[in-house]
C-alpha cells in the first residue's frame, strides 16, 4: 500500500512538473551535531567515518583527560566537516583518518578506536598527543 502511494505521489509531481531532488549523502544533515556545536565557545569534535560514541569508555578517559565532558564532545563524518567554516575555532581527533580540513585550534590523527584500544604502542602515541597539548585544551573547558 505505501509502495503505490509513493508512486502516485511521484507521479502526480510529475504532472505539476515538480522535479524531486535526492540527498547524495542524507547523513550529512541526519545529525543535530552540525548545528548544536556552534552554541560552544571551542567543540571538540571527533571526526569518523564509522560511528564513534562520546560515552564509549575510552572516549570518555579521554575527554577526562583532557578535563572535557561529555557535552563538549561531537561526532561528526568527514563529509559534514567539509560544510564548517575555516575560521572555526575549534579542536578535532580525526579517528582513522587523514585530516582534509584545517581550523583554528588543535587537530590529532589517530588510527581507529579498534587498533588504538588493543595496540599499548597506539595509545601510548596519543596520550603523548594528548600531554603535548594539554595546556592548549584545557583552555576548552573556560
Known amino acids: ?5 509513493i508512486t502516485r505521489r511521484n507521479w502526480q509531481l ?3 512538473g515538480i522535479t524531486q531532488w535526492n540527498l547524495r549523502n542524507p547523513l550529512i544533515f541526519q545529525k543535530p551535531t ?3 556545536f556552534f552554541n560552544h565557545n ?3 569534535l571527533l571526526i569518523s567515518n564509522s560511528s564513534i560514541q562520546k560515552y564509549y569508555p575510552f572516549i570518555c578517559d579521554v575527554a577526562r583527560s ?3 565532558n561529555p557535552s ?3 561526532e561528526v563524518i568527514p563529509n559534514q566537516v567539509i560544510l564548517f567554516p575555516s575560521k572555526l575555532n575549534c579542536y578535532c581527533w580525526w579517528i582513522g583518518i587523514k585530516a582534509t580540513k584545517n581550523f583554528l585550534g588543535i587537530s590529532f590523527q589517530t ?3 579498534e587498533m588504538i584500544t588493543q595496540d599499548s604502542n597506539a595509545k601510548r602515541e596519543l596520550w603523548k ?10 583552555n576548552i573547558s573556560d
Do not use: C
Open 1 to 5: 500500500m505505501r509502495t503505490k502511494s
Open 14 to 16: 510529475k504532472q505539476l
Open 34 to 36: 552540525v548545528v548544536d
Open 42 to 44: 571551542t567543540p571538540f
Open 66 to 68: 583532557m578535563n572535557l
Open 72 to 74: 563538549q564532545l561531537f
Open 111 to 113: 588510527d581507529p578506536l
Open 129 to 138: 598527543v594528548i600531554t603535548r597539548h594539554k595546556r592548549l585544551i584545557a
